[in-house]
């Protein structure tokens, strides 16, 4: 079920699992972040120079997973590092995947009792969502990638949708100056935005999934395109609605936003409980993306049963996401995960590269 050999993704499902992954709280919480940091509306810039890092790192991670075709990280980390250095590297990778899991797990909780079950305890949201990952991931890989072709639609027809409503509250003059104080706001915006694209590192997991892993590099470049765009929109509809300063000062600027117009004489004249539901479908992707990285991980280093390690998940995932007791301290981990990515995602891959085609020369 969860070994490669007996799961196999099309390159379409490959660019999915990257999009989703990477498209969860972003939609949230990015808005709020980049305004803090650019306090101008050039944040869209910093999305897109942020976004062309990104992609440059996932191609570098395309590039390394490509050497080894028929392996994931965890099974080519030894050969590349040593026994004990590449197990070391595999640990944190795991560890990485548990608290990101437990992450997006306790901010879907937040929104979901801040908009819908105001007073319901964080872990009666959290225990039947937990559940749900684990019964999708008995099926492998295969399964969760027929749900992502299922989930990816329907969110951007949704999405589009809903910010298309919203055209009657921009004021585009809220978007202007363009570089009024230079360029050196935009790359205050760098770190907040470039974190926005974690997710980009699945891709050294699943290229040993593909049908086609030649094909890893264009996978991974269409996948962190489709949310460069997605996050432009956001960012520009919101700003352009609520003004920098407004973002600001909000904890879910894009939920306000939706929250703040209403079209009547529709059936529906209220249109935040369509962006909640596809916001929790994309929390819920990367939830179980990253409970499934974190599951193989155990698997492959560990070699333990798959069941036993899908079933040992689910407590040790519940109890990291009710450490938390404030918003400020979710958001804190989220911090600390940006941290962590930096490393394991942006400084790690290339030497590991540049080390795989000397070996490979060598031979």
């Known amino acids: 079920m969860i070994t490669h050999s007996s799961n196999k993704i099309s390159t ?3 660019v999915l699992i990257v999009t989703n992954f990477i498209l969860a709280s972003g939609i949230l919480t990015l808005p709020r972040k980049a305004a803090e940091a650019v306090k101008t509306p ?3 810039i910093s ?6 890092i990104a992609i440059l790192l996932g191609i570098i991670m395309a590039k390394l997973s490509q050497c080894y075709p028929d392996k994931t990280f965890y099974e080519y980390s030894a050969k590349l590092m040593g026994k004990w250095l590449g197990m070391a590297v ?6 990485y995947f548990c608290i990101l899991s437990a992450y997006e797990v306790r901010i879907m909780a937040e929104v979901t009792g801040y908009l819908i079950l105001e007073g319901t305890p964080s872990w009666a949201i959290t225990i039947p969502f937990l559940w749900v990952g684990y019964y999708l991931l008995i099926g492998g ?4 990638a027929r749900l992502f072709e299922v989930i990816f639609p329907i969110t951007i027809i949704v999405f589009l949708l809903v910010i298309a409503m919203s055209k009657e509250t921009l004021q585009l003059n809220n ?3 363009v570089l009024g104080l230079g360029f050196s706001p935009v790359l205050k915006g760098l770190k907040p935005t470039i974190l926005s694209f974690i997710g980009i590192e699945i891709i050294l997991f699943i290229v040993a999934f593909m049908e086609k892993p030649k094909r890893a590099v264009r996978a991974v470049t269409i996948g962190s395109l489709i949310p460069i765009f997605f996050y432009i929109i956001i960012l520009l509809t919101v700003i352009a609605a609520l003004s920098v300063n407004g973002v600001v000062h909000r904890t879910w600027p894009t939920l306000d936003l939706i929250r703040g117009y209403e079209i009547k004489g529709l059936l529906f004249e209220r249109f935040e409980s369509f962006l909640l539901i596809i916001w929790t479908m994309q929390i819920f992707a990367t939830f179980v993306i990253t409970y499934f990285a974190a599951s193989l991980g155990i698997f492959q280093v560990f070699k333990v049963k798959e069941r036993k390690v899908f079933l040992g998940l689910l407590p040790v995932l519940f ?3 009710m450490i938390p007791k404030t918003l400020d301290e979710v958001f804190m981990i989220g911090d600390m995960l940006g941290k962590a990515a930096v490393i394991l995602c942006g400084v790690l891959p290339l030497p590991l ?8 020369r060598m031979k």
Do not use: E, M, Y
């Open 47 to 52: 999305i897109i120079i942020s976004g062309g």
């Open 353 to 360: 590269l540049i080390l795989a085609k000397w070996k490979g």
């Open 12 to 14: 379409v499902q490959a």
């Open 319 to 321: 109890f990291i996401s």
């Open 141 to 144: 890989i295969t399964s969760i």
């Open 90 to 95: 595999s640990i944190c990778f795991v560890i």
């Open 175 to 177: 978007l202007r100056p």
């Open 42 to 44: 050039d944040v869209w």
